[in-house]
């Protein structure tokens, strides 16, 4: 038995269940992650791993629009006028695999990764 065929059709019938937001920051900014607390973030791209198992759609498009009740720490960095999301790439691998793979070190240590299973320091990667 092969496993090197049995995994691309395992994902084949997998649904798209992750996302990733590519972002960037015009500017160094101090920004209040909500209870997580106040960081510094440089300027630059940053890459962030998500999942929406449904309503991909509208969770993809809650993160595009600046008013918005601030829930998760996506929100507080995206809400900021120096923050444009550039790109969203949806996936069929579990969000935290896509965020192992992303390059980029973590700047906010437990950002998006409360309920992270695989140990990420964050699901938030700067990329520089
Ligand atoms: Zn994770």
Redesign the pocket.
């Known amino acids: 038995m092969c496993w090197f065929k049995i995994t691309p059709l395992k994902l084949l019938f997998t649904t798209m269940q992750s996302y990733q937001l590519f972002i960037t920051l015009s500017k160094t900014l101090g920004i209040q992650i909500g209870r997580l607390g106040l960081f510094a973030f440089p300027k630059g791209k940053y890459v962030y791993?998500g999942s929406a198992k449904k309503n991909m759609e509208k969770r993809i498009a809650r993160h595009l629009k600046k008013k918005k009740s601030l829930h998760w720490h996506i929100d507080y960095l995206l809400a900021n006028d120096g923050a444009k999301v550039v790109k969203v790439v949806k996936s069929k691998l579990v969000?935290?695999d896509l965020?192992?793979a992303a390059r980029g070190k973590a700047v906010v240590r437990g950002f998006g990764?409360s309920d992270?299973?695989?140990?990420?320091k964050s699901?938030l990667k700067f990329l520089g």
């Open positions: 791993s969000e935290c965020n192992v990764s992270c299973k695989e140990g990420c699901h």
